[in-house]
């Protein structure tokens, strides 16, 4: 088990509904995606994952998940990511199921944390 934090603390992470509207293979790197997500914010981010080797473009375009939308921009092999898709992954990394809602709700829906 990782290191325990505040709630306080993880109240900072702002996780929203995105859709993602295009992926494609990442230019310099195997085992990336670099995909256009739809975060109801008016303009389409850049979201850099590695979800090659477990999802096809096919499977992802269209599809809602939910994503950090408060990281700091990161360079992912030359390629600018401006947010973080989550996932569940299996213990031996065999297995990697992107985190979607339950029901259908807009792109930018907030995920709100319950405490208490």
């Known amino acids: ?13 702002e996780m929203k509904v ?12 195997d ?9 109801g914010e008016g303009e389409d981010r ?3 994952a590695g979800l090659r080797k477990y999802y096809s473009s096919e499977e992802l375009v269209g599809k809602k998940a939910i994503f950090v939308a408060n990281l700091a921009p990161a360079s992912l092999r030359g390629v600018e990511s401006n947010g973080m ?5 299996s213990e031996d ?5 992107v985190l979607k ?3 259908d709700c807009e792109a930018g829906s907030l995920v709100e944390f319950k405490h208490g």
Do not use: C, Y
Not at 1 to 13: A, L, N, P, R, Y
Not at 85 to 89: Q, S
């Open 18 to 29: 995105g859709k993602i509207k295009s992926v494609e293979d990442h230019p310099n790197a």
């Open 1 to 13: 088990m990782g290191e325990k934090i505040d709630f306080k603390d993880f109240q900072k992470v």
């Open 93 to 97: 990394h065999g297995e990697v199921k």
């Open 46 to 48: 850049t979201i850099v």
């Open 85 to 89: 898709i989550m996932a569940a992954v």
């Open 101 to 103: 809602p339950s029901k």
């Open 31 to 39: 085992k990336l995606l670099v995909m256009k997500v739809d975060l």
